[in-house]
């Protein structure tokens, strides 16, 4: 096993590749609080990747910070995101926002709130289209139609003309989506899209999102806390925890035979028709704080396994074949 930077995907030449990506919040006295630390990974064009985690793993923050999004309190503070070749952290804003929407889209969790309740849902896909292919109002109203009819909307026609009010939740994530594919980006970011539905609706979503990457050839970004639910539509999952990278490796491979404990313990806490009728299983403890994170192993506080050594080093994230894992006593 050797200490590696990248994914086992960097082997092609990987559409985005985020190296030693750091991000950081401003506190309140002064100084920089580390949410994301030292971030490896490797998307291949057309693959799908999962990120899996508990909430401030830094899962989203990761994905924002690739979009260039993060706001006026958090910014990128070590590390390099290039995208095709480009490095993203020395780009403009202007360059930016001509990525964003033409080859970088991202869905967020909530479209309640992403869509803007004064504008018809047709007027807001049709912005995008006109903002990045510099076509008239005609053609990106066909446009919009074209990417609404695509994700499953029927009537999309007369559907431009709704607001988001007039549409359920899951036909608002629906908009959200086509809005996102409208312009044909070759990579699709979605950031938990299924957390606000019921479990019907998110199984919908979840095979539109898999369709849509097959029909379009999108590498996909499907970022979730449900392991079970990310491994139906992915090619490998990252685990994060405490703002690093635990494990990476092949779907199969973390379904069926993963090594980390907090992986494994992730899969245990999914319930599953085939296994036996009883309570959930648990993970003891909470997440790190943020500015309180342990010297050695993030997840020393709380794994069952844990040795002297896990809590004073941190252990490297290494690589055997086409997995990696950062723990000093793997299962």
């Known amino acids: 096993m050797s200490t590696v930077g990248t994914s086992p995907s960097a082997t092609s030449s990987p559409l985005l590749a985020i190296e030693g990506l750091r991000v950081g919040f401003r506190a ?42 993060l706001g006026s309190t958090a910014g990128i503070t070590g590390g390099r995101i290039t995208f095709d070749g480009r490095d993203l952290t020395a780009l403009g804003e202007a360059e930016m926002r001509r990525l964003r929407g033409r080859d970088l889209a ?18 807001q896909i049709a912005d995008v289209v006109r903002a990045h292919r510099g076509v008239g109002q005609t053609e990106a109203r066909r446009v919009a139609a074209e990417a609404l009819e695509r994700v499953g ?46 479990v019907t609706v998110q199984a919908q979503i979840v095979d539109l999102i898999a369709d849509l990457r097959r029909d379009l050839g999108l590498a996909v970004v499907f970022i979730s806390h449900n392991l079970q639910l990310v491994a139906e539509i992915v090619d490998r999952v990252v685990v994060m925890y405490g703002g690093k990278v635990v494990e990476d490796g092949p779907v199969e491979t973390i379904e069926r035979a993963a090594r980390h404990p907090y992986t494994r313990l992730l899969r245990s806490c999914v319930p599953r028709l085939d296994g ?56």
């Open 106 to 123: 991202m869905v967020f969790q909530d479209p309640q709130s992403s869509l803007n309740p004064a504008l018809t849902i047709g007027r």
């Open 153 to 198: 909307i029927r009537d999309a026609g007369r559907r431009l003309d709704a607001y988001p009010h007039e549409f359920s939740g899951g036909m608002r994530q629906r908009a959200l989506i086509a809005m996102a594919i409208a312009c044909r980006p070759r990579l699709l970011i979605a950031d938990e899209p299924t957390t606000a539905l019921d």
């Open 276 to 331: 036996p009728v009883g309570p959930l299983a648990t993970i003891e403890g909470t997440p790190p704080r943020l500015g309180r994170m342990p010297a050695g192993c993030p997840f020393e506080p709380r794994c069952p396994c844990r040795e002297a050594l896990c809590a004073t080093e941190m252990p490297p994230l290494v690589a055997a074949e086409a997995h990696r894992l950062a723990c000093w006593r793997p299962q």
């Open 28 to 69: 309140a006295g002064g100084g920089v609080i580390e949410a994301v630390r030292g971030v490896d990974f490797t998307v291949a064009p057309g693959e799908a990747v999962g990120i899996v985690g508990e909430s401030g793993s830094g899962k989203s923050l990761s994905m924002l910070a690739v979009m260039r999004l």
